[in-house]
C-alpha cells in the first residue's frame, strides 16, 4: 500500500455513513462513588445534550438512556479514513448496592460529565426492633 492512500475498501461513502440506519448504540463509561449521605455516579456523556438525556431509577438500579446525535455534515463529504468516535442510542443499567431514596435525587449534566446524587437511606435490615402487643 502507498503511503498516504486508503485502500477503497476501508472507506466510508458519504451516502452509507449518513444513513441513520448506519448508527448503531454505545455504552457510556461510568465511576460509582459514596460519601457520608450520597451514591454519585458520574457518567461520561460528551456531545451529548440534556433533553436528550432520560434518568429513572427501576427497582434497584439506575437507568440511563438517550441519543448522542451526529453532528450535521455537508453533504460534499465523500468519505472518512478514521472513525473511531461513536454516536447513536445508549442504555446503561448500573446497580445500586445500597438503599437510597431515588425521589430525592439530583442530576446535572456539566462539560459532558452527568452526576446523578442519590441521598442513602439508612438500612434498617438486622435491626432489631420491639414491637408491641396490644390486646384485651
Not at 448508527?23 to 461510568?30: E, F, I, K, L, R
Not at 473511531?84 to 445500597?98: L, M, N, T
Request: proline residues 6%; positive net charge; glycine residues 8%.
Amino acid at each position: 500500500m502507498t503511503p498516504g492512500r486508503v485502500p477503497s475498501d476501508l472507506l466510508l461513502q458519504g451516502q452509507e455513513f449518513l444513513d441513520p440506519m448506519a448508527v448503531g448504540s454505545w455504552t457510556p463509561h461510568v465511576d460509582i462513588c459514596e460519601t457520608e449521605n450520597h451514591v454519585c455516579v458520574r457518567a461520561e456523556l460528551p456531545g451529548v445534550n440534556s433533553g436528550d438525556i432520560a434518568v429513572s431509577f427501576e427497582r434497584d438500579g439506575l437507568r440511563l438512556r438517550g441519543i448522542k446525535r451526529e453532528p450535521a455534515q455537508s453533504r460534499r463529504l465523500l468519505c472518512y479514513y478514521c472513525l473511531e468516535r461513536r454516536y447513536g442510542r445508549f442504555d446503561r443499567r448500573i446497580a445500586i448496592g445500597w438503599i437510597v431514596n431515588p425521589r430525592l435525587a439530583r442530576a446535572r449534566l456539566e462539560r459532558g460529565i452527568l452526576t446523578v446524587e442519590l441521598p442513602k437511606l439508612k438500612d434498617r435490615r438486622g435491626e432489631t426492633v420491639e414491637i408491641q402487643i396490644k390486646g384485651k
